[in-house]
């Protein structure tokens, strides 16, 4: 069972640029979440999404973009990439309420570096 | 949105010594998650607690849940370098309304076992 799944692992983009990380699980969970992570800051939110085709803002969604057109993959879109952007990039899963407390299922992370 | 304290931020220590990081929080939460995050990994559940008061054993791990439900603490026994990595505590964010499995992590405690 592979879980959830990120690419890259690490990036190096110039000011600027644009990309999308990729993220996909085979877990048939209905949620989905991008969190980036700052040295000493824990982990902040930035899109989610309840379910194919919804998806909705978190606590720092600016310069972010998301879409959701299958169950499985959520990728997360940086449009004119900022120093600021340089973190890193974790995307999780759950089942649908009911099936757990809100556990959370994380994948291994993308660790992104503007420049 | 409920905002948690971690303590200490960083923790050094011995193989074989005790230790505990606490989370607290003003305000009352509906539940706690704890999770551990090794170094170039994504965090993973070790433990949700619910009932004020409730304890809870993970091997040498000791997780305990304050009586008003506004702390909890993860105790560990005979400190394995194993056990080196950031432990995160999180709650459901309760911003009005259904939390859709959102968390609200605290900012971690990094832990170092030295062997």
């Known amino acids: 069972n592979a879980g959830v799944t990120q690419t890259p692992k690490f990036r190096i983009l110039k000011i600027g640029q644009s990309m999308t990380l990729q993220c996909a699980q085979d877990m048939n969970h209905n949620y989905m979440y991008w969190y980036r992570q700052d040295p000493g800051m824990g982990l902040k939110l930035i899109y989610y999404?309840?379910?194919?085709?919804?998806?909705d803002k978190g606590e720092v969604p600016n310069g972010y973009n998301v879409s959701r057109s299958t169950t499985e993959d959520f990728p997360l879109r940086l449009e004119l990439a900022a120093p600021s952007q340089t973190s890193v990039y974790f995307c999780?899963?759950?089942?649908?309420?009911?099936?757990?407390?809100?556990?959370?299922?994380f994948g291994p992370g993308t660790r992104l570096t503007v420049t | 949105t409920q905002l948690l304290e971690q303590s200490p931020q960083f923790l050094s220590i011995q193989e074989g010594e005790n230790l505990t990081v606490y989370c607290n929080s003003s305000s009352v939460f509906s539940s706690l998650q704890w999770y551990r995050q090794e170094p170039g990994e994504g965090p993973v559940l070790l433990v949700t607690?619910?009932?004020?008061?409730e304890v809870k054993k993970l091997k040498r791990l000791t997780f305990q849940f304050g009586d008003a439900r506004k702390d909890s603490s993860l105790h560990i026994t005979a400190a394995q370098p194993g056990d080196t990595g950031l432990y995160l505590c999180?709650?459901?964010?309760?911003?009005?309304?259904?939390?859709?499995?959102?968390?609200?992590f605290g900012q971690g405690t990094i832990l170092t076992v030295h062997p």
């Open positions: 999780a899963s759950r089942p649908t309420a009911g099936t757990g407390i809100y556990e959370q299922y």
């Open positions: 999180a709650t459901p964010r309760r911003a009005g309304g259904t939390s859709y499995g959102k968390l609200t």
């Open positions: 607690v619910v009932t004020g008061g």
């Open positions: 999404s309840v379910g194919a085709g919804i998806t």
